[in-house]
């Protein structure tokens, strides 16, 4: 074969397709886009048998082929395409065995794309557990596809379903008979939309007649050619798929019933149904649910500090035992002060990014994490959105672009652009770096009640901050922004379950491995450009610097080393760096910022976590204890002319609500114009985060000052 052999993943959301592709894939994935479009590809390699490996494709979830969403909208085009170069040779239908009959519709209409299909059923567990009992042969039989029974989170069924593959890979599969037999499927008009746009089923022409406006893959002159045939047949896309789906579940009807054995409702009680008593109570549950919050930022601080401790002061060993290798000059200084304390600046929160996405990780396994999203349509509503949008923003605590593009499933246009606009203030993954290093500066490590942490309820109450924030900007922008589009929320609640602790620990390692990687090269290379900046400055002003040291030295040679040190504190601040913090210092000073700091913000607008690797690159350049001082250490140690501390309580808390409310992400404003289309609503979101960041900042700093 000219391309690999390819197999698409597709399913109804929460159908166990994901964890079918982790099943199958294991290490071998790798996460991009899909394209002309920012939504998710995920794609991987899988050892079929020995003569086959397959690359798999795993499709945005979909509950039918009518796409309604920008998501399903993927789907629907990888499908339909003859042309792309991604559109699969099999498609594993992914069914939850306890919704069949959804499920069997979905599949139905991919078997009539002629496309070789096979039925893998999930969460047969659950189905016995409510009293269902499918006969699996049988449904192989009646829906004329091969159907496997898997459980892919206890890796079972996998071997059978690889067996499949093989099968179907080395044989020619016979053609099948339509799943349904309507009068649109055998007209002539249909034929010629076949042959026009080169599809190999009638089922796929009628999808075409249905949305060729909206397909990107057909061109103008098709588009007028069907047009035409359309007007001539009048055509009635709304009655043809009425007509359709009662032919489909007719035909699933008959085939439920001969596979299908349900007992009485009555007679069981599933535990999930039992655990959301008390889960979903109004009351009961939100208690629930700040707990649970509680608990995982609480446990940030608590699982990430021993390891945090160890990174930061091996890092600062090795810079001592680099700072005496090495010979004295700007060689060593760069070495030193820029790439080793840039790449200090990066790994030390490595283990709190790790477990941010672990725990959050956990949540989405469990089942817990819709359960959320539930609870809280209630207050999302009373903001003039609805629970669709809570999975963005809480997507939005690991990171803001992929979360943006999540706002695409919102079908509510005003929504879905209010979702897009007010996401950004949840307080993401690149904030925690700046929240832990500045709370552990500022808050004293103390218990509260014996129990509680008061770093971590700081971290807890600036999350809960940047929601509420989010909830009561997004009311502000319900009365501005007019519509009468109306939009509902439907919800299925995944089965409570056992969370995959190798899908855990892999998301672990690729969000770790991600940070390093990604934000890394920005932290490194800025730190360079800031070391550069921070060691030259205008040649005459660094002379004159270096002249009133020397002379001073040459009269009191016993101050040397004091001297030196106020010297390379002196040339610092005339360097470039300096001249730059000290142009923006007369804005900040009410902030209760100083020049480096400024610096930092500065900086900080690529990407908020560079917070961290400019700081550490600032308190370096010049300090002759670099080596052998943590970055807390020095920044505990800073002091303004006055002789005061640069980070009080009142310094320290203005930062954290400047960096929770500030648009401080460039990638972040890049998405939301694509996702929008327009630079006006990018311009609008920095404009009002800033607002509100400097706003809040010089409000806090002048309460606790």
Same mark, same amino acid.
């Given at each position: 074969?000219?391309?690999?052999?390819?197999?698409?993943?597709?399913?109804?959301?929460?159908?166990?397709?994901?964890?079918?592709?982790?099943?199958?894939?294991?290490?071998?994935?790798?996460?991009?886009?899909?394209?002309?479009?920012?939504?998710?590809?995920?794609?991987?390699?899988?050892?079929?048998?020995?003569?086959?490996?397959?690359?798999?494709?795993?499709?945005?979830?979909?509950?039918?082929?009518?796409?309604?969403?920008?998501?399903?909208?993927?789907?629907?085009?990888?499908?339909?395409?003859?042309?792309?170069?991604?559109?699969?040779?099999?498609?594993?239908?992914?069914?939850?065995?306890?919704?069949?009959?959804?499920?069997?519709?979905?599949?139905?209409?991919?078997?009539?794309?002629?496309?070789?299909?096979?039925?893998?059923?999930?969460?047969?567990?659950?189905?016995?557990?409510?009293?269902?009992?499918?006969?699996?042969?049988?449904?192989?039989?009646?829906?004329?596809?091969?159907?496997?029974?898997?459980?892919?989170?206890?890796?079972?069924?996998?071997?059978?379903?690889?067996?499949?593959?093989?099968?179907?890979?080395?044989?020619?599969?016979?053609?099948?008979?339509?799943?349904?037999?309507?009068?649109?499927?055998?007209?002539?008009?249909?034929?010629?939309?076949?042959?026009?746009?080169?599809?190999?089923?009638?089922?796929?022409?009628?999808?075409?007649?249905?949305?060729?406006?909206?397909?990107?893959?057909?061109?103008?002159?098709?588009?007028?050619?069907?047009?035409?045939?359309?007007?001539?047949?009048?055509?009635?896309?709304?009655?043809?798929?009425?007509?359709?789906?009662?032919?489909?579940?007719?035909?699933?009807?008959?085939?439920?019933?001969?596979?299908?054995?349900?007992?009485?409702?009555?007679?069981?009680?599933?535990?999930?149904?039992?655990?959301?008593?008390?889960?979903?109570?109004?009351?009961?549950?939100?208690?629930?649910?700040?707990?649970?919050?509680?608990?995982?930022?609480?446990?940030?601080?608590?699982?990430?500090?021993? !390891?945090?401790?160890? =990174?930061?002061?091996? @890092?600062? +060993?090795? %810079?001592?035992? #680099?700072?005496? $290798?090495?010979?004295? &000059?700007?060689?060593?200084?760069?070495?030193?002060?820029?790439?080793?304390?840039?790449?200090?600046?990066?790994?030390?929160?490595?283990?709190?990014?790790?477990?941010?996405?672990?725990?959050?990780?956990?949540?989405?396994?469990?089942?817990?994490?819709?359960?959320?999203?539930?609870?809280?349509?209630?207050?999302?509503?009373?903001?003039?959105?609805?629970?669709?949008?809570?999975?963005?923003?809480?997507?939005?605590?690991?990171?803001?672009?992929?979360?943006?593009?999540?706002?695409?499933?919102?079908?509510?246009?005003?929504?879905?652009?209010?979702?897009?606009?007010?996401?950004?203030?949840?307080?993401?993954?690149?904030?925690?770096?700046?929240?832990?290093?500045?709370?552990?500066?500022?808050? !004293?490590?103390?218990? =509260?009640?014996?129990? @509680?942490? +008061?770093? %971590?309820?700081? #971290?807890?109450? $600036?999350?809960?901050? &940047?929601?509420?924030?989010?909830?009561?900007?997004?009311?502000?922008?319900?009365?501005?922004?007019?519509?009468?589009?109306?939009?509902?929320?439907?919800?299925?609640?995944?089965?409570?379950?056992?969370?995959?602790?190798?899908?855990?620990?892999?998301?672990?390692?690729?969000?770790?491995?991600?940070?390093?990687?990604?934000?890394?090269?920005?932290?490194?290379?800025?730190?360079?450009?800031?070391?550069?900046?921070?060691?030259?400055?205008?040649?005459?002003?660094?002379?004159?610097?270096?002249?009133?040291?020397?002379?001073?030295?040459?009269?009191?040679?016993?101050?040397?080393?004091?001297?030196?040190?106020?010297?390379?504190?002196?040339?610092?601040?005339?360097?470039?760096?300096?001249?730059?913090?000290?142009?923006?210092?007369?804005?900040?000073?009410?902030?209760?910022?100083?020049?480096?700091?400024?610096?930092?913000?500065?900086?900080?607008?690529?990407?908020?976590?560079?917070?961290?690797?400019?700081?550490?690159?600032?308190?370096?350049?010049?300090?002759?204890?670099?080596?052998?001082?943590?970055?807390?250490?020095?920044?505990?140690?800073?002091?303004?002319?006055?002789?005061?501390?640069?980070?009080?309580?009142?310094?320290?808390?203005?930062?954290?609500?400047?960096?929770?409310?500030?648009?401080?992400?460039?990638?972040?404003?890049?998405?939301?114009?694509?996702?929008?289309?327009?630079?006006?609503?990018?311009?609008?979101?920095?404009?009002?985060?800033?607002?509100?960041?400097?706003?809040?900042?010089?409000?806090?700093?002048?309460?606790?000052?």
């Amino acid at each position: 074969m000219n391309r690999p052999y390819t197999i698409a993943l597709v399913g109804n959301p929460n159908s166990g397709k994901s964890s079918l592709f982790n099943a199958l894939t294991g290490l071998n994935q790798k996460v991009g886009n899909f394209a002309g479009v920012t939504v998710d590809k995920k794609t991987g390699t899988s050892r079929i048998s020995d003569s086959l490996t397959a690359n798999i494709i795993d499709l945005p979830g979909t509950y039918s082929l009518y796409p309604k969403s920008a998501d399903e909208q993927v789907t629907y085009e990888v499908l339909l395409n003859q042309a792309n170069t991604e559109r699969p040779d099999l498609v594993i239908v992914i069914a939850d065995a306890a919704n069949l009959k959804r499920n069997l519709l979905f599949c139905s209409q991919i078997m009539d794309l002629k496309v070789p299909v096979i039925m893998a059923l999930t969460m047969m567990d659950i189905a016995q557990s409510k009293g269902i009992t499918i006969d699996t042969a049988g449904l192989q039989r009646l829906v004329g596809v091969p159907v496997v029974s898997i459980n892919p989170r206890k890796n079972k069924g996998i071997a059978t379903l690889k067996k499949a593959v093989h099968d179907i890979y080395k044989s020619s599969p016979t053609p099948r008979p339509d799943f349904i037999s309507i009068p649109a499927l055998s007209s002539e008009w249909i034929e010629e939309i076949k042959e026009l746009c080169h599809q190999t089923s009638n089922y796929a022409a009628l999808h075409i007649a249905c949305n060729y406006a909206g397909l990107q893959h057909i061109n103008a002159a098709q588009r007028i050619r069907i047009a035409a045939l359309l007007g001539e047949a009048g055509f009635h896309k709304s009655r043809i798929q009425a007509e359709e789906i009662v032919q489909r579940y007719k035909k699933i009807d008959t085939i439920m019933q001969l596979c299908v054995v349900t007992e009485s409702p009555m007679k069981r009680m599933v535990i999930s149904d039992r655990i959301d008593k008390t889960l979903l109570h109004p009351v009961h549950g939100n208690v629930i649910l700040l707990l649970v919050l509680f608990l995982l930022f609480q446990s940030i601080f608590w699982l990430a500090q021993y !390891p945090m401790d160890w =990174i930061e002061q091996a @890092f600062a +060993m090795g %810079g001592h035992w #680099l700072g005496t $290798l090495l010979p004295s &000059g700007y060689f060593a200084d760069f070495v030193v002060n820029g790439i080793w304390a840039g790449l200090g600046g990066i790994a030390v929160f490595v283990p709190q990014i790790m477990i941010l996405f672990g725990l959050i990780t956990i949540l989405e396994d469990s089942g817990y994490m819709a359960r959320i999203s539930f609870l809280t349509d209630r207050i999302m509503r009373s903001a003039g959105l609805n629970g669709r949008s809570v999975m963005p923003l809480i997507s939005g605590m690991a990171c803001a672009v992929p979360a943006i593009m999540a706002a695409r499933t919102i079908q509510n246009r005003k929504e879905r652009l209010v979702t897009i606009l007010v996401t950004p203030l949840m307080s993401c993954s690149a904030r925690l770096p700046v929240y832990t290093m500045l709370i552990g500066l500022v808050v !004293p490590d103390k218990a =509260i009640l014996g129990i @509680f942490n +008061m770093r %971590g309820l700081v #971290l807890m109450g $600036l999350y809960l901050l &940047g929601f509420f924030m989010a909830l009561i900007v997004a009311k502000v922008m319900d009365l501005i922004i007019k519509t009468k589009e109306r939009n509902f929320f439907l919800l299925e609640l995944p089965v409570y379950r056992m969370p995959r602790w190798k899908n855990v620990g892999i998301t672990m390692l690729e969000k770790g491995k991600i940070f390093i990687r990604d934000v890394g090269k920005i932290i490194i290379m800025l730190s360079l450009v800031l070391w550069a900046l921070a060691a030259f400055g205008p040649p005459a002003q660094m002379k004159a610097v270096d002249a009133k040291y020397d002379a001073l030295i040459q009269a009191a040679p016993q101050n040397a080393d004091e001297l030196n040190a106020l010297r390379a504190t002196d040339k610092l601040e005339h360097s470039f760096a300096g001249i730059l913090g000290h142009a923006i210092e007369p804005a900040i000073t009410p902030l209760g910022y100083d020049w480096k700091i400024g610096i930092a913000l500065i900086t900080s607008f690529a990407a908020r976590e560079v917070f961290v690797g400019t700081m550490a690159t600032l308190y370096s350049v010049g300090d002759a204890d670099s080596g052998t001082k943590t970055l807390t250490d020095k920044m505990e140690a800073a002091k303004r002319e006055d002789g005061s501390p640069v980070y009080t309580l009142a310094t320290g808390l203005s930062l954290l609500i400047f960096y929770a409310f500030a648009m401080q992400c460039m990638s972040t404003l890049a998405i939301v114009k694509r996702e929008t289309r327009s630079w006006k609503y990018p311009a609008i979101q920095f404009a009002y985060m800033a607002a509100l960041a400097y706003v809040g900042a010089l409000v806090v700093y002048q309460l606790f000052r």
